[in-house]
């Protein structure tokens, strides 16, 4: 039996794409950090880190992934723009929370320094509960029934994947404190048709 896929969401990931040197880690850790209400996620107040010149090199290379993203794998012919970034560090027993990333059409996530870690999706419900929400009896866990998706990580890991899907991580079990670096992406220019009604200059 032949499969055809008619509705999926695709998570890009990109191995070992950049070793963050000691330069760019300590410069990390000396931004200013915002704990959450249940102190388990630690984020920086600055949401234009990669602006600094230190991560001219990086940006760019996040930069061109997320683009990759976009016209390659999601064959979205409009231009994107970089309208946030920012970094997370996870010390040992911490996580991070699943959450969604309000005004990101692309999100980008990059992990400086993981020495543990598994990036989380979950989903309210499967592909095959969006019909008819039943409670199905699951034989073998595949991507037309499963709710959440597991991927491990490690250093120098990107992964691409639309703003509003709900993601988190798992616990970091190292002494080494887990560092990553986000980046939103937004449409930019014209983007739909005047002939439909649709058509927006961002």
């Avoid at 991560?55 to 993203?69: G, H, Q, T, V, W």
């Avoid at 999601?74 to 994107?80: A, E, N, S």
């Avoid at 027993?93 to 979950?122: E, R």
């Avoid at 008819?132 to 491990?152: A, Q, R």
Wanted: net charge positive; with cysteine.
């Amino acid at each position: 039996m032949e499969i055809l896929d008619l509705k999926s969401l695709p998570l890009g990931m990109f191995k070992n794409t950049h070793q963050a040197n000691k330069k760019e880690i300590n410069h990390i850790k000396k931004l200013n950090f915002d704990k959450n209400i249940g102190g388990v996620n630690i984020t920086t107040s600055n949401i234009t880190v990669l602006d600094h010149p230190i991560f001219k090199k990086l940006s760019k290379l996040i930069d061109s992934n997320a683009e990759k993203y976009v016209t390659d794998v999601l064959q979205v012919d409009d231009k994107i723009k970089r309208v946030h970034s920012w970094a997370t560090i996870n010390y040992k027993g911490q996580s991070h929370g699943h959450h969604k990333h309000p005004g990101a059409f692309v999100s980008v996530v990059y992990y400086a320094k993981c020495l543990s870690g598994v990036f989380n999706t979950a989903f309210d419900r499967s592909a095959i509960q969006d019909g008819y929400f039943f409670d199905y009896g699951i034989k073998n866990f595949n991507k037309y029934n499963s709710v959440t998706w597991h991927v491990k990580t490690e250093s120098g890991d990107m992964l691409a994947f639309p703003g509003w899907i709900s993601h988190g991580s798992t616990s970091n079990e190292f002494d080494e404190p887990r560092i990553l670096i986000g980046a939103n992406y937004f449409l930019k220019g014209q983007v739909g048709f005047k002939d439909r009604i649709s058509i927006l200059n961002l």
